[in-house]
Structure formats: structure tokens, C-alpha cells
């Protein structure tokens, strides 16, 4: 296979798994309606649980997570190590933009980390690290979550070199993008603390 068709074919992999709408589609199972029609719109693991249910809000980030390392690591059994990258990316642009969701979607926090852990774990504990802290100071989740991907690429730089950071660093990109609603209500001082509603 030429490298233009492996690149789309890793690409379309990749972003059809990241597509996989596992907060709508638990949320529906579990009888609590369309998720995109509660709170921020999303189908992430923190508007599930404004529904109420820990249960499926824990269950849609570990499956979240999961299809971000899956695509990592399929792409780098099948194609190699190179490729994953690609997939990688593909995966959080996926969840964030699911066509399944014409378009909509998460913001690719849990995805993100799932490649991010798949890539290297040391770095995605590291980052891990940084959003509880983060969070834990300033009661902030998305502060947490911009916390975590603002050093997610330099760690993954130094652990795995040019390529593998500038892929997370892409991954970095899109999370800051979903956020951006975040990153004004933060400047501004009305983003909601960890237990507020909004």
C-alpha cells in the first residue's frame, strides 16, 4: 500500500472510532434521553453527568479514553509507529466532530488522554497529574483539562521525540479549540466550579 492510501486509510480508521458516540448512545440506553439536549450540548463524559448518573458518565469516559487508545494502538500493530500518530489525531477529531453527531461532539478530553497514555504512558500520567492538581486548586475542570494539554506536547517531545510531540501537540490544538467557550468564561471569571450547575 502507497503512503497516500495508507495515510487515508489510518485517517478515516482512526477518526470513525473516534466518532463512536458513546455518551449518546449509553445515555439513550440507559433512558435518560438525547445528551445533546442537557447542559453544554456535548456528549462527554462531564455533560452525561450533569443527567445524574455517575454510572454512565464513568462508563462513557473509560470508552471515550479507550477508542483514543484503540486507534493508537491498531494503527501501530497494523501500519507502524509512525502511523499511529496519525491515527491518534484522527481519533480526537473524531470524537469532537463524530459523523454519526453531524458534527458535534465532545471535547476531547478523555480521548485525548487515552492516545496521550497509548503514545506514552509515563507522560499520560504526568498529565493526568497535572489536571487533578489543577482542578483540585481552582475547583476548575477545564482549567484541569487546558492544564494537562498545555504540557502534554512538551512531555511528549522529551519522551518520544519531534514527530510524537507534534502530534500531541495537534491533539492539544483541537482540545483547546472545543474549549474555547471555556477558555472566554475563564478570562472573564464565570466559568462554573466543580459542583456548580452551568
Known amino acids: 500500500m502507497n503512503d497516500a492510501l495508507m495515510t487515508v486509510v489510518v485517517v478515516a480508521s482512526g477518526y470513525l472510532v473516534g466518532s463512536i458516540p458513546f455518551g449518546w448512545l449509553l445515555s439513550r440506553a440507559a433512558g435518560l434521553g438525547d445528551i445533546r439536549a442537557i447542559g453544554s450540548g456535548n456528549i462527554g463524559a462531564t455533560n452525561v453527568l450533569r443527567t445524574g448518573r455517575r454510572d454512565i458518565a464513568a462508563l462513557t469516559l473509560a470508552l471515550d479514553a479507550a477508542k483514543g487508545a484503540v486507534a493508537v494502538l491498531a494503527a501501530a500493530q497494523w501500519a507502524g509507529p509512525g502511523w499511529a500518530l496519525l491515527a491518534g489525531v484522527a481519533a480526537v477529531v473524531g ?3 463524530s459523523v454519526w453527531m453531524r458534527g458535534q461532539g465532545g471535547k476531547g478530553v478523555a480521548t485525548g488522554f487515552g492516545v496521550t497514555f497509548a503514545l506514552a504512558w509515563p507522560v499520560g500520567l504526568a498529565c493526568c ?12 475542570s477545564s482549567a484541569g483539562a487546558l492544564a494537562a494539554f498545555a504540557l502534554a506536547p512538551v512531555l511528549m517531545l522529551l519522551w518520544r521525540g519531534p514527530a510524537a510531540g507534534a502530534a500531541m501537540a495537534a491533539v492539544s490544538a483541537v482540545v483547546f479549540w472545543r474549549h474555547s467557550g ?3 468564561r475563564l478570562l472573564a471569571g464565570t466559568e462554573p466550579r466543580i459542583g456548580q450547575k452551568g
Do not use: F, G, V
Request: charged share 15%; glycine share 0%.
Open 95 to 97: 470524537h469532537c466532530t
Open 129 to 140: 497529574a497535572a489536571w487533578l492538581a489543577t482542578a483540585r486548586i481552582s475547583r476548575l
Open 182 to 184: 471555556n477558555i472566554r
